[in-house]
């Protein structure tokens, strides 16, 4: 059964402001539509495409001065041209990420994250693991419904393929752009893998979503512990000293993700599964230059 939850998946107040944002890269970009990013290099090309509204800080001379004269629309005019974005989400959807609602979460960023690639007109693919099936990709504003309906399908199931979900990714053509990871990383692969992801060239993006029971669970006593993807059982016993331990395991652990992500220059974020997102994207990501 499909994660679902009685919430719409975005706000639509929040997706009115999120669509005057952009993903950000760092290096120029080789592609076909313009996603009027500000990269390094300019397409040239004077093949109409599409319009976009106004916003502060846009290129005015791309607006549509006769439209703004005859309907009082301020708008931007897009062109075919040589600088666009292949944005790709790479989402976790094993059985651990039932745990908290953590997929619930990574399907609200990567909806988010993606909305605002498609109203720039780049084009969004989205992999799983485990594999669901072909990988789908969605461009332009309008696939912004198709885009939120395929990742609400979602469900947490399975192990945790990480390995070969990059490797797929890896053995894929296309343009370079960005590829944007959404999971807990709880799998012994996660460091070697990690290393693997910059061989595509894409700017990277590892968001890392945890369950607060997590990283600081407060239970003691004689429990039984279920792996949710193998279902073998351990039996434990904790105590206060025992939770000292393993909350200052789950800090190291956190840590050096984040020293690895710095190793292959990718950006790292930390997110709790209940943690609003509005304000992290907003405000947080935006001063961290994630979004602009």
Known sequence: M??????????????????????????PLAGRLSGEHRSKRHGTSLDFADYRTYQPGDDYR????????RL??????????DDDLHVRL?????????????????????????????????????????????????????????LFAHLESLSPQGETPFAAAVAD???????????????????PEWETTLSQLPARGDDLMVIQVVDPAELNPVETGDL??????????????????????????MSDWVDA????????????????????IEPLLLATWRNEGILR
């Open 90 to 146: 790479l989402v976790d959807a094993s059985a651990s990420m039932a745990s908290g609602g953590k997929l619930r979460q990574a399907v609200r960023l990567a909806a988010a994250l993606g909305f605002a690639a498609l109203v720039r007109r780049d084009s969004v693919s989205v992999f799983t693991f485990p594999a669901r099936g072909p990988a789908p990709t969605f461009v332009g504003r309008g696939a912004a419904a198709p």
């Open 169 to 187: 990714l890896l053995r894929r053509p296309g343009q370079r752009g960005i590829t944007i990871v959404f999971s807990d990383l709880m799998t």
């Open 257 to 276: 993700i984040a020293l690895r992500c710095g190793q292959v220059n990718a950006a790292h974020a930390l997110v709790r599964s209940d943690e609003p």
């Open 2 to 27: 499909a994660l679902t939850d009685t919430e719409p998946l975005l706000d639509p107040a929040f997706l009115g402001r999120l669509e005057r944002l952009q993903l950000a890269t760092r290096r």
């Open 224 to 249: 039984e512990l279920i792996d949710r993807e193998t279902g073998q059982r351990l039996p434990v016993s904790l105590s206060p000293e025992t939770l000292d331990e393993y909350r200052t395991a």
């Open 62 to 69: 791309r607006i549509d001065f006769n439209l703004w004269a």
């Open 72 to 81: 009082d629309v301020l708008a931007l005019k897009l062109f075919e041209a």
